[in-house]
């Protein structure tokens, strides 16, 4: 026998047991992707710019405090478009005690100024900028994890695309409706006074402060399913956010049988500022707002002191507990929008296997039958090498984690179409040298031989293609294009490496050989 | 032994005339199916939403009609889906959510009692922005590709092959669309994914072509013959490999086609038409192309040369 069959034996009996190995047990060694498992597929939008304005929003808010407490007057201090602060003093005496202030802002610098009316903007830095949107997605992910981990999907992925958006898939989830709404929602808690100057009818006719905001309470019938919206005139400053929130709990409500309300624990901090604002306002009504949605605004009898309240708002007990993991998990930073979304139900996923089976054993196996009806035992060779192939393949993909899905099906099924190229390419080549009157053995080498650059070449620029493919593609393409790939890298090692070994075993090995079977 | 061909030698380069007729023929073909037709894409491109339902009984496409206009979306577009009660319902984008459009058409389809009992299966949205930036993906990633194999074939062989080569898939690429567009197909992302792979195809077939050509250059055999002999042989010596690798994959096609079912559908019948085309085009666009411009560059030398030689 030739030197180093032994190792190339042992090489690729090697291969062969690393890849069973990674398929053992097959049921849990492949993801399935989506569209084969059913489940959810959703890529958010974050408004990362709503973020930035917040952001410059709340500094506007802290500097207008930090001016008057130093005794500067102030006409306006207001945000301007995304990352402009606009301060307007009520003289130009205080210029220079105003823009000591000012500069406390680091991640600020002073744009405009006018010194003579008193006037100056404040832009917020570039680099702030960008950590801000950065910020934004990153804590979207965060917290959209969170809530996704404790409403209880396994396997589910949340990365961050591009930019400004986050990508989810949730295998295997029986209420998608439920899901969506769970993630999409801002969860924005807001404790507000109602302004009791102003009546509702006041506001909508235009009669409403600048201090004062319309929120609507929306209550959906239960029977009608009719939306009824209560109209009340709030203030807009905001006492209290659910960031200081510890606890929240489901609660069956007590004041209306068989709807559920959530009750919820401030941090010591939130406990005291509770404390202090129940105290103060004593008499007058406490808005909980929720995504800018009211939804109760009940008589402050006495000072809270513990920092537990309720949100009640006739929920099923499903929204109930959805509303405290929200509130538990945190707000989003910015709101989020669904920019792309696909939902596949569990039956046609099944389908979509039994059929996508049905089609690559079909096609694998006319291939098979194929190559042994023309090339008799040569064509054995390759098909062997061709169930290596498949093996090989599908052990890759457990290895990388990657996704099977129905394209990817596909896409196997072509592979074993290309794969047995490789081996025709070869066969037909030793049939011409052997036709020259070559004996079996130099035929089999120069067929090797000779097919081999042609075999790299064909590869390559399909694998070219293939990782095009892959970069460019989304979803289900890049299932695509991953199993093309692999399969056509696992094709060089099967179709050319592993075929000749076997020629070599079976022919080359024995002192005559008088005839081959192509 | 069974042979498809001994030893064939076919006069392939030398009918290449003909064959650029037929070429431009179904090129144009192509082209004025896709301007006249033109191309139907999926909700991947454009965006919308897509519901996938699946009733007891098979439904009329007049009752789902009649339930979806309870929610004014009785223009959308509804279509059988495989089985005979499996529907495809397109919605074009509008200002309401994809959440609430699905709960939507349950209820609407839920209140018209003809359509029974029914299960929606699969929902999916492209928002406007998704999908503006999958046409532009799309393009890129037909460019690229084009692009890289022009880079490999320049490389290892010579800039003509690599030219001529772009050119036949090029070909194949338009007749493949305008067979999307003729069939009423709709172009989605798994239909690009099978215009790739048929690029690829192509690029294979036509690489082996030129491959043999190179290695047979300076052999004995081929002395004394002319560039287009040179071709043809080299087209006819690697004429059963090509036979037998088209109808294999052509054979895994047809299995996805036929079998694969609804979804996997137009995919398969891109490649289905890819696998001729793309066997044709190796012969009679890239490697008559390649002919013709050696030629070319080869006579305008031999002029040169008369010219110096006559001054």
């Known amino acids: 026998m030739p030197r180093r069959i032994w190792f190339r034996l042992g090489l690729v009996a090697l291969v062969l047991a690393v890849s069973l190995w990674y398929l053992y047990p097959p049921q849990k060694s492949i993801n399935l992707g989506l569209d084969l498992q059913g489940g959810i597929h959703l890529v958010l939008g974050v408004d990362v710019d709503k973020y930035v304005a917040s952001q410059t929003e709340r500094a506007a808010e802290d500097l207008k405090n930090g001016l008057e407490r130093k005794g500067v007057g102030v006409k306006r201090v207001a945000r301007d478009g995304l990352s402009t602060i606009v301060v307007e003093l009520a003289s130009a005496t205080n210029w220079n005690d105003a823009l000591t202030v000012a500069a406390e802002f680091g991640t600020f610098e002073v744009g405009q100024r006018d010194d003579k009316a008193g006037r100056f903007t404040l832009v917020m830095r570039q680099r702030q900028v960008a950590q801000l949107r950065d910020d934004a997605v990153r804590q979207g992910v965060e917290t959209i994890r969170n809530r996704i981990d404790q409403f209880g999907v396994a396997e589910a992925t949340i990365t961050r695309q591009g930019d400004d958006r986050i990508l989810i898939q949730l295998p295997g989830v029986q209420d998608p409706e439920r899901a969506k709404a769970l993630i999409g929602k801002t969860a924005l808690l807001e404790f507000k006074l109602l302004d009791e100057q102003t009546t509702p009818e006041q506001a909508q006719a235009g009669r409403l402060p600048e201090t004062s905001e319309l929120l609507y309470q929306r209550r959906v019938d239960k029977e009608t399913k009719a939306e009824r919206k209560q109209p009340y005139v709030v203030q807009k400053r905001t006492l209290l956010t659910g960031a200081e929130l510890t606890r929240a709990e489901v609660q069956a409500d007590p004041n209306s049988p068989g709807n559920w309300q959530v009750a919820i624990e401030f941090t010591a901090t939130g406990a005291r500022i509770f404390g202090d604002v129940t105290e103060q306002n004593v008499g007058r009504h406490l808005a909980i707002i929720l995504d800018g949605n009211l939804y109760s605004a009940p008589r402050i009898n006495e000072r809270i002191p513990g920092g537990r309240a309720v949100i009640t708002g006739q929920f099923t007990v499903d929204e109930a507990r959805d509303l405290a993991i929200v509130l538990r998990a945190g707000a989003l930073p910015a709101p989020v929008s669904i920019l792309e979304e696909r939902t596949v139900g569990p039956s046609l996923g099944a389908d979509s296997i039994r059929q996508g089976m049905i089609a690559i054993i079909g096609s694998a196996a006319a291939v098979f039958v194929f190559m042994l009806l023309y090339y008799r035992i040569s064509g054995a060779i390759a098909d062997v090498a061709l169930a290596l192939n498949l093996i090989i393949l599908l052990a890759c993909m457990a290895a990388f984690g990657a996704t099977l899905t129905l394209p990817g099906i596909a896409g196997i099924a072509l592979t074993i179409g290309m794969a047995v190229d490789t081996n025709i390419l070869i066969f037909e080549r030793i049939r011409e040298e052997l036709r020259v009157g070559k004996t079996v053995r130099s035929a089999i080498e120069a067929g090797f031989a000779r097919a081999l650059r042609t075999v790299i070449d064909t590869h390559l620029t399909v694998m070219v293609t293939a990782a095009i493919l892959y970069n460019f593609g989304t979803g289900p393409v890049k299932g695509f294009a991953v199993s093309l790939f692999v399969g056509l890298a696992a094709s060089l090692f099967t179709a050319y490496f592993f075929t000749r070994l076997l020629f070599d075993v079976i022919y080359v090995g024995r002192r005559k050989v008088q005839s081959i079977s192509i | ?311």
């Not at chain 2, 309870?70 to 509008?94: A, C, H, M, N, Y």
């Not at chain 2, 406007?128 to 490389?155: D, H, M, N, R, S």
């Not at chain 2, 090509?242 to 047809?254: M, P």
């Open chain 2, 1 to 311: 032994m069974i042979e498809l061909f001994r030893n064939p030698n076919y006069n392939f380069i030398g009918n290449r005339k003909w064959a650029y007729i037929v070429s431009l023929a179904i090129t144009l073909i192509g082209l004025g199916s896709l301007a006249v037709r033109g191309l139907n894409y999926d909700i991947d491109f454009t965006g919308g939403t897509l519901i996938q339902v699946r009733f007891e009984q098979p439904p009329t496409v007049a009752n789902i009609r009649a339930g979806l206009s309870r929610i004014k979306l009785g223009e959308s577009i509804i279509q059988q889906f495989g089985d005979p009660r499996e529907f495809i319902i397109r919605v074009p984008l509008t200002s309401v959510t994809s959440q609430e459009l699905g709960k939507q058409v349950e209820a609407a389809l839920g209140q018209e009692a003809p359509l029974g009992k029914f299960e929606i299966r699969r929902v999916e949205f492209v928002g406007p922005q998704v999908g503006k930036e999958l046409q532009w993906q799309a393009v890129q990633a037909v460019l690229f590709g084009l692009i890289g194999i022009l880079l490999y074939i320049a490389w290892r062989f010579d800039l003509k092959g690599g030219v001529a080569a772009v050119i036949a898939v090029f070909h194949d690429v338009i007749v493949c669309l305008g067979a999307i567009a003729f069939t009423g197909r709709e172009f989605s992302l798994p239909v690009l994914a099978a215009l790739l792979t048929i690029i690829g195809y192509s690029v294979n077939d036509t690489i082996v072509a030129y491959d043999r050509l190179r290695e047979n250059r300076g052999k004995f055999s081929q002395k004394g013959k002319s560039f287009a002999e040179q071709m043809n042989d080299a087209v006819n010596q690697t004429l059963s490999r090509t036979i037998l690798t088209a109808l294999t994959t052509f054979l895994s096609a047809a299995i996805l086609l036929f079998f694969g079912g609804k979804t996997l559908e137009d995919f398969a019948f891109v490649l289905f038409i890819g696998v001729i085309t793309g066997t044709y085009s190796t012969t009679y666009v890239a490697a008559a192309l390649v002919v013709d411009w050696t030629q070319y560059v080869e006579g305008r030398l031999r002029r040169r040369k008369k010219a110096v030689a006559k001054a």
